[in-house]
T-cell receptor, first 109, second 113 residues
Framework: KQEVTQIPAALSVPEGENLVLNCSFTDSAIYNLQWFRQDPGKGLTSLLLIQSSQREQTSGRLNASLDKSSGRSTLYIAASQPGDSATYLCEGGSEKLVFGKGTKLTVNP | EPEVTQTPSHQVTQMGQEVILRCVPISNHLYFYWYRQILGQKVEFLVSFYNNEISEKSEIFDDQFSVERPDGSNFTLKIRSTKLEDSAMYFC???????????FGPGTRLTVT
């Protein structure tokens, strides 16, 4: 049974800092891993998708990596801004899709 | 840019009543999903749907739940006899195929009283 864990549960950083969010999963036979952000009371916005055959994906200030052998993915955010404040979720799985509980990020001006 | 839409945005119902939540996936997508998020908890997978049948479902998706694609655009989730614990945000998502990016709708907040 796939389990997805995200650490830390919460993170508070000053504006401009580079940061790393972690996601670990137990079933390495995932099809892909997707990172989302969720603003309070809102839906999920897709940030990056990494296919199982890929090692990383980049979009603007975001970079996500995937290491299937160790069951880990990281989301790197460069030069954080207050607008990055949100909960970041990772989702992985094969037939059944599993979300982590998320990391609540606060970027302080 | 194409997006997934959901109606209604908020539904209030009494315990024991049936509810139907509606979703319009992105038009060229083939896989459709329902998830729920109980307040303060994580997003949970309910069911995936492909080629007019359920592809996979979780333990949460019991006989009280059903999904349907009644026409070429809508995808619905029916809860036959709602319970208090069904109160949650329900998200619909779609993807072009199983291994492609999922796009989520804004959600329907279901409140069972």
């Amino acid at each position: 049974k796939q389990e997805v864990t995200q650490i830390p549960a919460a993170l508070s950083v000053p504006e401009g800092e580079n940061l790393v969010l972690n996601c670990s999963f137990t079933d390495s036979a995932i099809y892909n891993l997707q990172w989302f952000r969720q603003d309070p009371g809102k839906g999920l916005t897709s940030l990056l998708l990494i296919q199982s055959s890929q090692r990383e994906q980049t979009s603007g200030r975001l970079n996500a990596s995937l290491d299937k052998s160790s069951g880990r993915s990281t989301l790197y955010i460069a030069a954080s801004q207050p607008g990055d404040s949100a909960t970041y979720l990772c989702e992985g799985g094969s037939e059944k899709l599993v979300f982590g509980k998320g990391t609540k990020l606060t970027v302080n001006p | 840019e194409p997006e997934v839409t959901q109606t209604p945005s908020h539904q209030v119902t009494q315990m024991g009543q049936e509810v139907i939540l509606r979703c319009v996936p992105i038009s060229n997508h083939l896989y459709f999903y329902w998830y729920r998020q109980i307040l303060g908890q994580k997003v949970e997978f309910l069911v995936s749907f492909y080629n007019n049948e359920i592809s996979e479902k979780s333990e949460i998706f019991d006989d009280q739940f059903s999904v349907e694609r009644p026409d070429g655009s809508n995808f619905t989730l029916k809860i036959r006899s709602t319970k208090l614990e069904d109160s949650a945000m329900y998200f619909c998502a779609s993807s072009r195929d199983r291994k492609n990016e999922q796009y989520f709708g804004p959600g329907t907040r279901l409140t069972v009283t």
